[in-house]
């Protein structure tokens, strides 16, 4: 299995050569890196949203065409975002096995479709993307 993004494993040297291994095979945008396959073991559609969203990255970027620094700030938002979600509990739309609701409020979801964007204030939209829901902000993550 892969590293997650809470192992020091997980360092910013391994992200890169992980793209770089993957831009030897097909095609790949940056929520397929997130999100598909397990890549990143961990990591889902609900809080790729957020991560890409702190990278300002689209979902549909192309992982072949993200630069040094873009691939440095997409490591940093990974492992700032699941340290987050971990250290509040977890997501709080989702309960722990208490029943318990988890303190991390994502900012990219259902409910900021058609809000302003927290960073630039235009609105966040939606977008039907790899088998699921995207919503990003058009101006920050363009």
Do not use: W
């Amino acid at each position: 299995m892969r590293p997650t993004p809470v192992e020091p494993e997980f360092t910013p040297a391994y992200f890169s050569q992980l793209i770089d291994e993957l831009m030897r095979g097909e095609k790949r945008s940056a929520k397929g890196l997130l999100t598909q396959e397990q890549l990143i073991p961990g990591l889902g559609n609900a809080i790729a949203q957020d991560i890409l969203f702190a990278a300002k990255l689209s979902p549909r970027h192309p992982i072949d065409d993200l630069g040094q620094s873009q691939r440095r700030l997409l490591h940093k938002s990974i492992v700032r975002i699941v340290a987050e979600v971990t250290r509040r509990g977890g997501r709080a739309d989702e309960v722990d096995l208490f029943g318990q609701p988890g303190g991390y409020t994502r900012r990219m979801d259902k409910a900021a479709e058609g809000r302003p964007c927290p960073e630039c204030g235009t609105r966040i939209v939606k977008l039907q993307y790899l088998g699921g829901a995207c919503y990003y902000c058009p101006r920050c993550q363009g």
